[in-house]
């Protein structure tokens, strides 16, 4: 980045508006326009004012007609499963979870990114979800790295903006107290019953252009997403949500380890969201299996089972 830019991005943090400060590591020349109305819109990519790109309704993602899919992360456990046998089946990859397409032979119907610096530290794998024609579903923090760093890429014709509730592009941030009072008021949004808890990350959107709450792991928004599309049994694999020392990503070796904040956000943000989708599994149609024998997450949060018998439920 020159100095200059340097420069522009400095003086875009200092103007922003409080309520807009989580915009503020875009590049000044990055820009989103609706190019849509109503409840489903999409958006035109611009940079320096011209259009290099634009994204899909949320409509228009494709609803197969299967009701399981299995939902991949990128913990060290997956190297003790064999994903060839999810040949065939429907899955979600996050982050890093398209290098198993390389190794394994493995298909991905669905791709999330929700964090910028993932496009910015990994984006050979980013090129790779958006080269094998799956959707592909990015934050506007993970557009607007793709727009400084290949630009090319944004010319695909399947990549969809995902809203992360309450960090919106161009939107102003609610206080936690106004969250919780309008998210109360919408019928498609469950929060946490302990308030401490909705400030706008724990909770579960069945709507995913109301947003998706991140809860801090993109695990939980590619959950949002299977919801959204009908999923009724959803597995995942690779949750393990441990950040000890040896607990790389799967496809991470030596120097190539990106620092994790799963210590940091475990508590506060992915384990109050879980319980949320634990008291929403109980009064809906809506099955989570965790695949994961590793996994951080409480087997009475989220049913630990083996691929197995999961693939035994097909």
């Known amino acids: 980045m020159s100095r200059l830019d340097q420069i522009r991005k400095w003086y875009l943090r200092k103007t922003l508006p409080k309520s807009l400060r989580h915009m503020n590591r875009l590049h000044p020349d990055f820009r989103l326009e609706p190019a849509g109305k109503g409840d ?129 592009y161009q939107v102003p941030q609610l206080s936690p107290e106004a969250f919780r009072r309008w998210a109360l008021r919408q019928h498609g949004i469950s929060l946490h019953p302990d308030p401490q808890y909705n400030s706008g990350r724990v909770g579960f959107s069945r709507d995913i252009n109301a947003g998706v709450f991140t809860a801090q792991t993109v695990v939980f928004e590619a959950l949002q997403v299977a919801y959204y599309l009908n ?34 956000d475990y508590a506060p943000y992915i384990l109050p969201a879980f319980e949320v989708v634990r008291d929403l599994v109980v009064a809906e149609n809506f099955e989570i299996y965790n695949l994961s024998s590793d996994s951080r997450l409480p087997d009475s949060v989220i049913p630990k089972i083996t691929l197995q018998q999961a693939l035994g439920m097909i």
């Open 40 to 168: 489903d819109p999409h958006y035109g990519i611009y940079w320096k004012g011209r259009p290099v790109g634009q994204t899909n309704p949320l409509s228009a993602l494709q609803k197969p007609p299967s009701r399981q899919c299995f939902i991949i992360a990128t913990g060290p456990s997956l190297a003790k499963i064999d994903t060839g046998k999810l040949a065939g089946l429907c899955c979600f990859g996050v982050n890093g979870a398209i290098a198993l397409a390389n190794d394994r032979g493995l298909e991905f119907q669905y791709h999330l990114v929700s964090d910028g610096s993932f496009v910015k530290d990994r984006l050979q794998l980013v090129r790779l979800m958006i080269e094998s024609d799956a959707a592909c579903l990015f934050s506007f923090a993970a557009l607007g790295m793709l727009c400084e760093l290949d630009r090319g890429l944004l010319a695909s014709p399947n990549l969809y903006l995902l809203p992360e509730m309450n960090y919106r």
């Open 231 to 264: 999923f009724s049994q959803v597995f995942l694999l690779g949750m393990d949500l441990n950040a000890a020392p040896g607990q790389a990503r799967f496809y991470e070796r030596g120097n190539n380890v990106v620092k994790s904040r799963l210590d940091r």
